[in-house]
């Protein structure tokens, strides 16, 4: 898979984001580059698109084919696109606390850690559905990891719920807009990939 492997705080720069949305806890020492040029349309709606690549680690390929899927659920293009990218496993984890950022949450669930409706899952890019329950396998309890959790602040999203005794979690609602944290303007994307 093509994943950034660059420096994360310079492309956090770039794209105008802070480094706390995709889950570093670190802040540049360098003074913003004042850019003066003006950027244009097209601009504006590629940043948009890189953006949520960049957020969610999510390569081009897999990008498209989620806004395709997205155009062709009922309701607005870009909300859908959002809500899709919400649902995968891999967010889904680091939202409900069991990793503290998506690409750790990535590995996790790669390396065989957890349980989705009690079946063993390995798949980071699937899309979960409201119901849905996601658990710490039984064997990886025990991993020093996990076991350090317990000092972690489980994110407390209103679409999904944790019980941090049983390490286990389980999606209550579909996400609304309201509940995703960082500034992404969804109509720009739909504008980019509209031309």
Request: some cysteine; hydrophobic content about 35%.
């Amino acid at each position: 898979m093509a994943r950034y492997t660059g420096p994360i705080l310079k492309r956090c720069r770039a794209l105008g984001i802070e480094p706390q949305v995709v889950g570093i806890d670190k802040k540049s020492r360098r003074n913003p580059k004042r850019n003066t040029r003006k950027l244009s349309d097209y601009g504006m709606q590629l940043r948009e698109k890189q953006k949520a690549k960049f957020i969610y680690g999510v390569s081009e390929k897999a990008f498209r084919n989620l806004f395709g899927r997205a155009t062709r659920m009922s309701g607005q293009a870009g909300w859908n696109l959002l809500k899709l990218l919400e649902l995968r496993f891999d967010n889904v984890v680091y939202r409900m606390g069991f990793a503290s950022t998506r690409a750790q949450a990535r590995q996790l669930i790669v390396h065989g850690h957890f349980d989705l409706n009690g079946h063993k899952a390995t798949v980071p890019s699937m899309t979960l559905e409201v119901g849905d329950v996601i658990s710490v396998r039984e064997r990886s309890r025990k991993n020093a990891f996990f076991k350090s959790t317990e000092e972690n602040i489980w994110n407390q999203m209103p679409w999904v719920s944790v019980d941090e005794e049983k390490l286990q979690g389980r999606i209550l609602s579909e996400p609304m807009r309201d509940n995703i944290d960082y500034p992404i303007e969804e109509t720009q994307i739909v504008e980019l990939y509209s031309k």
